[in-house]
């Protein structure tokens, strides 16, 4: 039983993955109309201990290298403990760097487990959407309000 309790964990893991929508044949026009600043990652599987480690180190590392980011969560059908633990370090850690995030495709039992976990302090629950559509638009106005106050704090130094 504790046998087959481990391989099924270590298959669910192998099923968990983050990427990049970038080279996605069939995310590529949307994509490349995106502007500068602004990118877009997948979580696909379930956010649990034995893939959260594998998350955590992908989203820290792409998270960097943008401004605002969309993660698109529709493939992610629960989130653990440690799952959540690791998210919200990395929420943290692109919080620190100001790199805004926004959820899209959140699924009702994962959003309850993120309120419950009060993501809040790292991420505006506006800012967590039902899906893509109402993401996309919201991710742009926020990159549109960081350029906004990056120009206007130049302006005046």
Same mark, same amino acid.
């Given at each position: 039983?504790?046998?087959?309790?481990?391989?099924?964990?270590?298959?669910?893991?192998?099923?968990?993955?983050? =990427?990049?929508?970038?080279?996605?044949?069939?995310?590529?026009? !949307?994509?490349?109309?995106?502007? @500068?600043?602004?990118?877009? =990652?997948?979580?696909?599987?379930?956010?649990?201990?034995?893939?959260?480690?594998?998350?955590?180190?992908?989203?820290?590392?792409?998270?960097? #290298?943008?401004?605002?980011?969309?993660?698109?969560? &529709?493939?992610?059908?629960?989130? @653990?403990?440690?799952?959540?633990?690791?998210?919200?370090? $990395?929420?943290?850690?692109?919080?620190? =760097?100001?790199?805004?995030?926004?959820?899209?495709?959140? &699924?009702?039992?994962?959003? @309850?487990?993120? $309120?419950?976990?009060?993501?809040?302090? =790292?991420?505006?629950?506006?800012?967590?959407?039902?899906?893509?559509?109402?993401? #996309?638009?919201?991710?742009? !106005?926020?990159?549109? @309000?960081?350029?906004?106050?990056?120009?206007?704090?130049?302006?005046?130094?």
């Amino acid at each position: 039983m504790v046998l087959a309790a481990m391989l099924f964990m270590q298959r669910m893991a192998k099923l968990g993955e983050v =990427y990049s929508l970038e080279n996605d044949k069939d995310f590529i026009d !949307d994509y490349a109309s995106l502007p @500068d600043g602004l990118s877009i =990652y997948e979580i696909n599987g379930p956010f649990f201990f034995g893939a959260a480690n594998k998350y955590k180190e992908v989203l820290k590392e792409v998270g960097i #290298r943008s401004k605002v980011i969309i993660l698109r969560m &529709r493939n992610v059908p629960f989130i @653990d403990a440690t799952g959540m633990h690791n998210f919200k370090e $990395v929420l943290k850690t692109l919080h620190n =760097y100001k790199v805004e995030v926004v959820l899209s495709g959140v &699924r009702p039992g994962v959003y @309850d487990s993120l $309120v419950k976990a009060g993501i809040e302090q =790292y991420i505006s629950l506006d800012q967590v959407c039902s899906d893509y559509e109402i993401a #996309r638009p919201k991710a742009i !106005d926020i990159l549109d @309000d960081i350029r906004k106050e990056k120009k206007s704090g130049q302006h005046f130094q």
